[in-house]
């Protein structure tokens, strides 16, 4: 167990995102660093792609994923001589004493790799005019001759020496491959290709020599500008014509239909840029194109927080405009009953509340935060238009005959919304029949409290987090948090959570030495752990950063994962974060049980009529319904709003209860069985398909 922590820990500190933003603090010393170049190189192909690159692709060696700078908190320590010397005696004893062991590892390939390459690997390829491709990566050896042994040990060979280009061609491949090294930098780069020429490779590394980034920086730039990540880069432009030739006719044209055809470019990385770890997948849609399905976000994150949150969740509502765009393009799509359903259910919402969604839209929005800090949980709404925000709680309070009463709390003013449950909407004689323990549950409403500030709604469950938030003096401006101290753009995020774990940049710094003298051990060489910084020393932060975004700015979208040290830190060490994972699962899935109960219990309401009829039929004729008076008694279709049918079975006056689909997605019924009572009265029994938690107790089995 103690062998896999280590384990753990060594893909834990492959990629390290922290960023300096405390205070110095009295134990930081001065740390002796690193004055050579670093032992694993930086790559170079990206700096010098060619412009007709259709993929891009970094394969991280592994020593820059563990121990290699790469713009984060353990810089000072990964920089530091002490370690540096440390990780190249590890290297050695790996070379000496574990790859000549270890059958896989002796193959010659990959001992090329562990012994000779000392930088990641790069990857590019193009389609046209012809595909080629070419690996680009950095080698410890510094003449042609070493070079040459190197390729006779992989058992091959140049059909000439390397020429005043180095340039040279191996003999005997499947394929033209060439290659290019400089034994002054160790720099190879190897082009292979059906048509790949001498000529060709001349041209191309001429062609190489860029003034200007290539176009694959800009998303790079957003998911790994150490170079010492894993990176994907795809021109989709480049990618049609290709996918012309081996798609499937029906399935190039469905994805074009989706977009496809839009997009510019996509990346997919696990790496650090802007101080954090990352783990991205983004895609460019130029500006101005119609992105269909898919709206754009500008958030303006000005709410205040009392102190750094502990964590937040952002989300964004869209326009009226985007609303009715959105709309026109979902109904277009669906069937002709479907598009009904949707007027109906607008219709039905705008009876209920007296407003309309598109009124509701307009006057709120589009940042909504749920914010975790000193003063409590709480939650910030924006609003769009407050002379409508006003209006819209004066028709809501006229429909519902429910409107929020007003309190001066220390010269400040409060409001109280008291919403009556579900249940306490039910017919009087639905309620007859409900259990004591119902009648009490049916008492209890829902309470909603807020005040406004500035152009904000702050909203909580009770009163005394709205006291404290203002006693407290809010004054961390949300978004300056977030692009400040988390290092995430939340300007176009439709969803953000972010939040701080604690002491994990120390912890884990601590066993990336214990990994270190485990490797020693393994590689039989002995290495210097006493002359090695503390974390302290190194004045590491106490929190660090976790989160999750997805963005739909213009160009970029995105969704990415952020975090300080390492990946799994999302998935274990969340801290206050995991309170915004709980709200999400607890909350959505009651709001989604909440409502389908409110539909089951029209269906109830909509039954009260038969039952009222089969129990005064019984009275009047000894005997239940027969077929023709159980037909009258029943509603055959489009019973409700949320019922298809209420149909009484004859000879038994079961009464039968059939849901829309939308309520129960695979079809539900609920069932009201009468029974006659030695006394001659009816009661009534009640089970049901569909799930016991969006039924009433007494329905459930």
Known sequence: MRRFRYVAAFAALAILGCSRDADQSPHAIDVELWQDEMPIRQPWLRENLPDQSLVYARVPHVLGLFATPKGNVLDTGLRSKVNV???????????????????????????????????????????????????????????????????????????????????????????????????????????????????????????????????????????????????????????????????????????????????????????????????????DIPTGDDRGFIPYVNNDLSAHSVGDPDALMVASIPTVEEFRRLEALAIAKMPAAAADEWSEGKQLVQEVTGVTLEEMLAAVGPEILVIFDRAGDYVAIRLRDPDLWDSVLERIAAATGSSPETRKVAGNTYYHWSIPSAIDQLDDKVRADLPWFGELWARQRDHLYWMRDGDFLYTASVPQILFDRVAMQPETNIGQWLSQRQRIDAEHAALSISGSSRKLPGRLYAIYIELLQILADIGQTDIDVWSMPSAAQLDLPELGTVGFTVSLGNPTLAAEFTFENNPAELFGSLGAVAAVGVIAAIAIPAYQDYSIRAQVSTGLNLSAAAKAQITEYYSSNGRFPGAADAERMSIPENAGPFVWSVTVEPDTGVIMIEYEEFVATTGGQLFLEPSVEESGQISWNCWSTLSDKHIPAACRQ
């Open 85 to 283: 010397e440390n990780v190249q005696k590890i290297q050695q004893g790996l070379i000496d004493n574990v790859f000549s062991v270890v059958p896989l590892l002796s193959e010659p390939e990959l001992r090329l790799v562990q012994t000779h390459v000392r930088s990641p690997i790069e990857l590019s390829a193009t389609f046209l005019p012809a595909p080629a491709s070419l690996i680009a990566a950095t080698l410890d050896i510094d003449s042609n001759a070493a070079f040459d042994a190197v390729l006779e040990e992989l058992g091959v060979a140049l059909t000439a020496p390397l020429d005043a280009q180095n340039i040279g061609q191996i003999g005997g491949a499947p394929m033209p491959l060439l290659l290019q090294f400089d034994a002054g930098s160790g720099r190879l780069l190897i082009n292979t290709g059906p048509s790949v020429t001498a000529e060709s490779f001349g041209n191309l590394i001429a062609a190489m020599n860029r003034d200007e980034p290539h176009r694959m920086r800009a998303l790079e730039s957003r998911i790994d500008t150490s170079g010492q990540g894993f990176f994907l880069w795809v021109d989709a432009q480049e990618a049609i014509p290709m996918m012309q030739m081996f798609v499937p006719r029906e399935q190039f044209d469905e994805l074009m239909e989706l977009g496809f055809r839009k997009v510019d470019a996509v990346a997919l990385g696990w790496g650090v840029a802007n101080g954090k770890g990352r783990i991205s997948l983004a895609a």
